[in-house]
């Protein structure tokens, strides 16, 4: 087993992930099984409880646990379903160092950060890599080197590394060159600094990853390479990039799979990058254009839909139909901004919790429907437009969900599962579950098949009582769960799309398998476009 161990310096929010999710690709273009971790030394047990702005997205994985954003980026990268293991907190690691200490299972000792912490994170992190079955594990500490709360996790690390033998692990740190002065010089000082805080925990890395508004020049390549003590050709440039999907190949270009054999004792392979190279190749060379209104109350930080965002790149390189997001804040709808909707092509109504913004949202699929502009509600954005037709097409003027107000007609209501459920960390109806689609319906013809499996992440669902009259009055629920009695999709009768599902379908968007139902919403926004 092979580790590759990524940090990061000087700032967050540098695109570790990314970089460790690239270096994850170019092993794998080689034939080499890779998996990845992610660590995010925070408290909480999982990602499940934090707010968009706190933390951006909540990913969900197939085994319903919500994770970091980042395990989305491995998802997409490598095309790998992970499991909830796979992202290891603080939370989980105390948790279940303090569960053994109550069972009595260190009876007698001093339960400690070092050994009793870092064998916990040993041990999950051996115990992923056996599990995933591959030959690399990837390893990324959430945060920043220097920071009190990944201090364990990093003597964890280091400790690794004395114990798998150094020829097993590496340490890629990734850091900030930033540009200078009117001579704009590449400054490296930032660097040198955070490398020295480093080896003060006892950790020398291997490699550095210069993430700069411009590519390196060899001086500064030279002088981090002389002040880090490491290799010249083990400091690697990582400029800004046109799309994320290009860093493997900007990384290919430096060598780095050739440098990390060597230093890992790795059997020397050709790597293939054809199927990789067609896909940027389309998504770099677009035929036409759309814009999608997206509408949101999170709209400020472009990382709280990542998923979405990504999905409509899978699908601009599948149909090469460039995809402008126009970032539409609800609430700024509800103070009569309908103007930011004017010239759409189409509507994505996201998930999202809780009624600020949500009266917007609901004008937003009003819009939609009544000017047959095409519509996707995903999650809570399905919520909404089923309100919307209760209300404005129904009658029911009060028509709304019993998540945001008491109301005598809660179209949306909560799961009855969920009526005894009083703890709301990771207990929502989370995961992947099976769908069944109506034959010949939309939804079936999209999808190609009437069974499919989607990701889920909710407490609230159509009330039941309500489906008769939402159906009768031309609101169509072509999927269901298996029981048929958990509404999963509908589609508007007599409109060209407008469409939304229960479902979460960003979630298993891949490059080479764009979610079907962004793919439909944009294929529905060229025909607008071309009617308009
Ligand atoms: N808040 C809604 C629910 O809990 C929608 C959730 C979501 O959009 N992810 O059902």
Redesign the pocket.
């Known amino acids: 087993m092979k580790y590759i161990v990524v940090t990061g310096g000087v700032l967050s929010g540098l695109g570790k992930g990314i970089t460790a999710s690239s270096i994850g690709k170019i092993l794998q273009a080689r034939g080499f099984r890779v998996s990845a971790v992610k660590i995010d030394p925070y408290i909480n047990y999982d990602a499940g409880t934090m707010g968009p702005y706190q933390h951006g997205e909540v990913f969900v994985l197939k085994d319903g646990g919500e994770v970091d954003l980042d395990l989305g980026n491995y998802e997409r990268f490598l095309d790998v379903d992970l499991n909830f293991d796979h992202n290891i907190t603080t939370g989980k690691i105390y948790r279940a160092v303090i569960e053994r200490e109550r069972k009595g299972e260190y009876l007698g000792k001093t339960v400690q950060i070092i050994p009793h912490i870092t064998d916990e994170i040993k041990r999950r992190i051996r115990k992923v890599a056996e599990r995933s079955g591959a030959e690399i594990l990837i390893v990324e500490v959430g945060g920043t080197v220097g920071d009190i709360e990944s201090m364990p996790f990093l003597e964890a690390l280091r400790q690794l590394q004395r114990e798998e033998g150094r020829e097993n692990v590496m340490f890629v740190h990734t850091t900030l060159i930033p540009i200078v002065g009117v001579v704009g010089e590449q400054k490296t000082k930032p660097t040198q600094h955070s490398v020295k805080e480093l080896r003060a925990i006892g950790i020398s890395p291997d490699m550095i990853v210069g993430r700069c508004s411009e590519e390196l020049t060899e001086e500064t390549k030279r002088k981090i390479s002389l002040f880090c003590d490491v290799p010249y050709n083990g400091v690697i440039s990582a400029p800004d990039a046109r799309s994320i999907y290009e860093v493997p190949l900007i990384f290919e270009g430096q060598k780095v799979a050739e440098y990390i054999s060597s230093r890992l004792n790795l059997e020397h392979r050709e790597a293939r990058w054809d199927e990789w190279m067609e896909y940027l190749n389309s998504l770099y060379n677009p035929e036409r254009e759309v814009t999608i209104a997206l509408v949101g109350k999170y709209v400020k930080l472009k990382d709280a839909y990542i998923s979405h965002i990504e999905a409509f790149t899978h699908v601009s390189a599948a149909l090469r139909v460039r995809v402008n997001i126009r970032w539409v804040d609800s609430e700024a709808l509800e103070k009569g901004a309908t103007s930011l909707l004017e010239g759409v092509h189409g509507v994505l109504i996201?998930?999202?919790?809780?009624y600020r913004g949500v009266e917007g949202k609901i004008m937003a699929a009003r819009y939609a429907r009544e000017n047959g502009i095409p519509f996707l509600g995903?999650?809570?954005?399905?919520?909404i437009a089923v309100i919307e037709f209760a209300r404005n097409v129904l009658g029911y003027e009060d028509a709304n969900?019993s998540?945001f107000v008491e109301t005598e007609h809660p179209v949306?209501d909560l799961?009855p599962e969920q009526r005894e459920i009083d703890m709301l960390g990771g207990t929502?109806?989370l995961g992947e579950e099976e769908v069944v689609l109506k034959e010949g319906s939309m939804a079936h013809t999209i999808y190609g098949t009437t069974r499919i499996y989607e990701r889920h992440?909710?407490?609230?669902?159509v009330n039941p009582d309500y489906i008769e009259e939402l159906e009768s009055a031309g609101l169509i629920f072509s999927g269901t769960d298996t029981t048929g009695r958990r509404m999963e999709v509908f589609e508007l009768r007599g409109h060209p799309f407008y469409l939304g599902s229960?479902f979460?379908p960003e979630y298993k968007s891949r490059p080479m398998r764009p979610s079907p139902l962004h793919l439909a919403l944009v294929k529905s926004a060229v025909e607008y476009s071309t009617r308009m």
């Open positions: 996201p998930g999202g919790f809780g995903v999650c809570l954005g399905f919520q969900s998540e949306i799961l929502m109806r992440r909710h407490r609230y669902e229960q979460h």
